[in-house]
Nanobody
Framework: QVQLVESGGGSVQAGGSLRLSCAAS????????VGWFRQAPGKEREGVAVTAADGNTYYSDSVKGRFTISQDNTKNTVSLQMNSLKPEDTAIYYC?????????????????WGQGTQVTVSS
């Protein structure tokens, strides 16, 4: 049984930083894409950052230059370093894996999801 567990969420003031981590059991993060998504209240879930098996990384325009996704194959974890946080970054952040095909930022493209971790940024 595959489980993805996110950690590291919390509350921070604007301009601060947080580091999220996603640990997998029953699954190895060596597939084509592993991603971080987020969902703010009243909004659709959106892709934030994706790391590929070839080492390439991809970011949404809203977080480019502020967020960094990384993968540690020895620990089987994927992390998201979030700097210069803004109130509009407030959301539940989800780890996603098990790429099924399609766009790398499509929610429908991933089979496995974590339960999410709350990130709240105050102004």
């Amino acid at each position: 049984q595959v489980q993805l567990v996110e950690s590291g969420g919390g509350s921070v003031q604007a301009g601060g930083s947080l580091r999220l981590s996603c640990a997998a059991s029953g699954y190895t993060f060596s597939s084509r894409y592993v991603g971080w998504f987020r969902q703010a209240p009243g909004k659709e879930r959106e892709g934030v950052a994706v790391t590929a098996a070839d080492g390439n990384t991809y970011y949404s325009d809203s977080v480019k230059g502020r967020f960094t996704i990384s993968q540690d194959n020895t620990k089987n974890t994927v992390s998201l370093q979030m700097n210069s946080l803004k109130p509009e970054d407030t959301a539940i952040y989800y780890c996603a894996a098990g790429f099924l095909g399609g766009g790398r930022f499509w929610t429908s493209a991933y089979k496995y999801w974590g339960q999410g971790t709350q990130v709240t940024v105050s102004s």
